[in-house]
């Protein structure tokens, strides 16, 4: 099963998150600082990272960059709310881009199809 | 020896006073000399007949003063002769004095370079002024390095010169009347007269042999005579002119070309003197600097017009600028308040779905639980709507000037160029129109293209330039020191793919996929000897639908 890191800087939503995606059947873990996120990089592998835009004191597209650069093969969806996304232009960097709602039933949508079209590139190049 | 009386004199010049008709040689404007023996003696008597019959008749009788009165008597008729020949010539040059400080007052007045070509030509033409029959004036292009045929004046034939110089003779202008009357009846006409002519006076700067040119650089003017035949001259200038006789004079100002002038007696054929040439010769001072001053007056006049517009422009822009400045700031704030809500909105939302799905249809409370969803789900769509209006007030398409783009771009990037030695060389066009576009995003794409170009390289040059094409303003950027193979190009515009230290994580894919949205296509070159040339077109008119396809 697919491992995901969620990026968020509130503990709810983090918390949400892990929940709703366990029963999805995804091994979830979790990061509230960019930091962490990256330690958290460093020991496990991840298929698909769901990141915050504004991260308390630290930018979400920051991280963004630093996947793209390192782990060009990590997809990342990135979930903030509407607009914010426009002030940066790096966030079309992005997979995907979904609006923060408590129904997240478009995120696990947006996380499936991601992971499916990884999956179908991964194919391609073997 | 004889004496008086054997004499047959004449006598009427020792008369102290004559009455009138007594003397033929006094009319009624002379009637004064009647009265005065000694001026009439100087005036009138040495020249009269009469009175040098009588000095022969006195010679013939021996006299020992009439060798020596003889020899006074020739002496003094030389002097009064040359005298008269020196009021001549003092006549002459207080009337061309005269002229000059006419032309002078005129020239003075003037930084209308039409009117100040037209006042040069007329003098030379004109019977008040120094008479000759054609006058072609040659001015300096400084940017081509050439003498060029500008503007002539004169008859082409003998038919027209009889018909002109009689419409002249009727009217007693002066200078000034004639040299407007030739500005706004025959300037345009005159050009166009002597337009096969005029096309073919082209001379280069540097061709030191040229009479013209040689007029110039040796500052004096040169009086041709035997022009056909001389080894001196080209024979081809002397047929397009045909005459055999003419004067070139230069136009000098602080040591600076400014033009030449051409003059001949083309109907006439009247010979031209040296002393002519000096005439004129005097009057070319003025004019080359009236010319130089008006033609600097012109260019000054020109850059405070393009002044005024880019000023136009800027006030235009500052006004959308601000604007703009005010929309986003409301956005910014608005979306701030939405971002804040929206959290823990979307923490109840969703544990409250979360505890729906873990609640037995039967239970009491699922109803509570539906109520809080819905609740919450209805929040969210009015907080979509806030956010949805905020982001509208961004301003995004609109007309901005292509130069203004590239220059804000290259300031962004300005520093960091600079700490790799590279050089950005921007090329503006001139006069190229406004572009429909989103500012922000373009500046971003094109900042993008520099930065990708110069990541990982020190010491090279960008160029930049735009130019108008059609309906699009080409903005290109000419990486000169990058090569790329085929493979890479098609790498590099390929989403998260790096070519060889050029991925930065903000490719160049991003920017392509950027100006697609806007319907501006990023054209990329990489010819196989080296070079990468990025080409943006931006369009200068608002299409349709232009605008939301910008922003969807």
Redesign the interface.
């Known amino acids: 099963m697919s491992r995901l890191l969620v990026v968020d800087d509130?503990a709810?939503?983090r918390l949400?998150y892990s929940?709703?995606l366990s029963d999805e059947g995804y091994t979830v873990d979790t990061a509230a600082t960019i930091a962490e996120a990256v330690e958290k990089m460093g020991q496990n592998s991840f298929d698909l990272a769901v990141l915050d835009i504004?991260l308390k004191n630290e930018s979400g597209i920051e991280l963004l960059?630093?996947i793209?650069?390192e782990r060009?093969d990590m997809p990342v969806i990135l979930c903030?709310?509407?607009?914010?996304y426009?002030d940066d232009?790096?966030a079309?960097?992005a997979d995907s881009y979904v609006?923060?709602?408590?129904?997240?039933t478009e995120l696990k949508e947006e996380i499936k199809r991601v992971l499916a079209k990884k999956a179908q590139r991964r194919a391609s190049e073997m | 020896m004889g004496n008086g009386t054997e004499i047959d004199w004449e006598r009427c010049w020792d008369k102290e006073s004559l009455s009138g008709g007594e003397c033929p040689f006094i009319g009624a404007e002379d009637a004064e000399l009647l009265g005065s023996r000694s001026r009439r003696f100087l005036q009138k008597c040495c020249e009269c007949e009469r009175f040098k019959r009588d000095i022969r008749s006195f010679a013939d009788t021996g006299h020992p003063l009439a060798t020596a009165f003889s020899v006074l008597q020739t002496e003094c008729s030389r002097q009064k002769a040359q005298i008269e020949t020196l009021a001549n010539f003092l006549d002459t040059k207080t009337l061309e004095m005269r002229f000059m400080h006419e032309l002078g007052s005129v020239l003075q007045s003037s930084v209308d370079l039409d009117e100040v070509l037209s006042i040069a030509l007329t003098a030379i033409t004109a019977g008040k002024g120094f008479g000759m029959n054609r006058a072609f004036l040659l001015l300096a292009d400084r940017e081509r390095h050439l003498l060029k045929g500008h503007l002539a004046i004169g008859p082409r034939d003998a038919e027209e010169a009889g018909q002109t110089w009689k419409e002249i003779d009727s009217g007693d202008q002066d200078l000034q009347a004639l040299s407007q009357s030739f500005r706004y009846k025959k300037l345009n006409s005159e050009r166009y007269k002597f337009q096969d002519i005029l096309e073919k006076l082209v001379i280069s700067l540097d061709d030191t042999q040229h009479i013209i040119m040689r007029a110039l650089d040796e500052h004096k003017s040169i009086l041709v005579t035997d022009a056909f035949h001389r080894q001196d001259l080209d024979r081809e200038f002397a047929a397009l002119l045909g005459v055999d006789t003419f004067l070139v004079l230069p136009l000098i100002t602080r040591n600076r070309r400014v033009g030449a002038i051409i003059a001949d007696n083309f109907i006439t054929h009247r010979p031209i003197t040296e002393q002519d040439m000096r005439s004129i010769e005097t009057f070319t001072f003025p004019v080359a600097f009236a010319i130089e001053r008006a033609s600097l007056y012109e260019r000054v006049q020109e850059e405070v017009d393009k002044l005024r517009q880019a000023n136009i422009r800027l006030q235009e822009q500052q006004e959308q600028l601000v604007r703009m400045e005010k929309m986003a700031l409301v956005g910014r704030i608005t979306s701030s308040i939405a971002h804040s809500i929206r959290n823990p909105l979307m923490v109840i939302g969703g544990f409250a779905r979360s505890i729906l799905k873990s609640t037995a249809e039967n239970d009491l409370k699922r109803s509570f639980i539906e109520s809080i969803v819905n609740e919450t789900r209805q929040m969210e769509e009015v907080l979509q709507e806030i956010l949805t209006y905020s982001e509208a007030m961004y301003p995004t398409s609109d007309f901005w000037d292509p130069n203004q783009l590239v220059e804000s771009a290259l300031r962004d990037i300005q520093d960091r160029a600079l700490s790799q030695d590279y050089r950005c060389q921007f090329h503006p066009a001139d006069n190229i129109p406004t572009v429909f576009i989103d500012f922000k995003q373009t500046e971003y794409c094109i900042r993008n293209i520099i930065i990708s170009s110069i990541d990982g390289l020190q010491n090279g040059i960008i160029d930049i330039s735009t130019s108008l094409n059609h309906d699009y303003v080409d903005v290109r950027i000419v990486d000169k020191n990058r090569i790329l193979s085929e493979d890479e190009l098609e790498a590099m515009l390929t989403p998260f793919t790096e070519v060889r230290e050029m991925g930065s994580g903000l490719n160049m894919a991003l920017s392509r996929s950027m100006l697609e949205k806007q319907n501006i296509s990023l054209l990329v070159v990489a010819p196989p000897e080296g070079g990468v040339t990025y080409t943006i077109k931006l369009p200068t008119r608002k299409e349709e639908n232009h605008e939301q396809t910008a922003r969807s």
């Open positions: 509130e709810n939503i949400l929940e709703e504004k960059q630093k793209v650069k060009h903030s709310a509407f607009s914010c426009k232009f790096s079309w960097l609006v923060k709602s408590g129904d997240l």
